[in-house]
């Protein structure tokens, strides 16, 4: 595979409920960070696109680091960097619904009310506002590789978001509290390939896992 410039996103988003309250997830950004670093072997064009990690996985060797908070706020600075040659690798976790509104003062525990509806939205999904593009404004070369934290059905569900986002290849995990995922050391994956190839990696460190996978994509 040949490529000019790496994009690497990683880490949570936050949606803000109120200003002390808010809808994230557990994940912790090493994965993609461990994806960064491994990618800037392979060109000096890496840019890092980093939600809320944890401050050790922030800022890698060999990378330039756009920092965001929101989905939205991800999904712009993933368009603004795609272009001709690009591998952009989604290892992020965004959060998938945002409030309808969100409150200028924190919202208060009033004596009586036992139950606060929040009205939520659905983000857009980053990777299908990307293929958008690409076909748009008829981007070559741009390979495109996804995430798939599961809990269950991992193939399924897997294989399903590969074609429906049409994607290059996705990379399935599960993340339920028996297998590794979120915030754990270790990990192991499955690479699925549009063309139907599969190849397992890990259980290992996410250090390890993540230059197989970019030695896996350069190979292909």
Same mark, same amino acid.
Request: glycine share 8%; proline share 4%.
């Given at each position: 595979?040949?490529?000019v410039?790496?994009?690497?996103s990683?880490g949570?988003?936050?949606?803000?409920?109120?200003?002390?309250?808010?809808?994230?997830n557990a994940?912790s950004?090493?994965?993609?960070?461990?994806l960064?670093e491994?990618?800037s072997?392979?060109?000096?064009?890496?840019?890092?696109?980093?939600?809320?990690?944890q401050?050790?996985?922030? +800022?890698? =060797?060999?990378s330039?680091?756009?920092?965001?908070? !929101?989905? @939205?706020? #991800? +999904?712009? =600075?993933?368009?603004?960097?795609?272009?001709?040659? !690009?591998? @952009?690798? #989604?290892?992020? =976790?965004?959060?998938?619904?945002?409030?309808?509104?969100?409150?200028?003062?924190?919202?208060k525990k009033?004596e009586?009310?036992e139950?606060?509806t929040?009205?939520?939205?659905?983000?857009?999904?980053?990777?299908?506002?990307?293929?958008?593009?690409?076909g748009?404004?008829?981007?070559?070369?741009?390979?495109?590789?996804?995430?798939s934290a599961?809990?269950?059905n991992l193939?399924?569900?897997a294989?399903?978001?590969?074609?429906?986002?049409?994607?290059?290849?996705?990379?399935?995990?599960?993340v339920s509290r028996?297998?590794?995922?979120?915030g754990?050391?270790d990990?192991?994956?499955?690479?699925?390939?549009?063309?139907?190839?599969e190849?397992?990696?890990?259980?290992?460190?996410?250090?390890?896992?993540a230059?197989?996978?970019l030695?896996?994509?350069?190979?292909?």
């Open positions: 595979m040949e490529v410039k790496i994009i690497v990683s949570p988003t936050r949606e803000w409920i109120d200003p002390v309250r808010f809808i994230s994940s950004g090493k994965m993609g960070f461990c960064a491994a990618a072997t392979w060109t000096s064009d890496v840019v890092y696109i980093r939600g809320l990690t401050e050790e996985y922030s +800022r890698p =060797a060999g330039r680091v756009v920092s965001v908070e !929101t989905t @939205l706020e #991800m +999904r712009k =600075a993933v368009l603004d960097e795609i272009g001709p040659g !690009t591998l @952009l690798i #989604m290892a992020a =976790a965004p959060a998938d619904f945002r409030p309808v509104q969100s409150s200028e003062a924190k919202i009033e009586g009310s139950i606060i929040l009205e939520l939205a659905k983000n857009p999904d980053i990777l299908s506002s990307v293929s958008e593009k690409i748009k404004e008829n981007i070559s070369g741009v390979v495109l590789v996804g995430f599961e809990t269950h193939q399924e569900h294989l399903g978001k590969l074609k429906r986002k049409n994607l290059d290849y996705i990379v399935g995990n599960y028996d297998e590794k995922g979120f754990d050391l990990t192991k994956v499955v690479v699925f390939g549009k063309d139907g190839s190849k397992g990696i890990g259980p290992a460190s996410k250090e390890f896992v230059r197989e996978l030695a896996y994509l350069k190979s292909r």
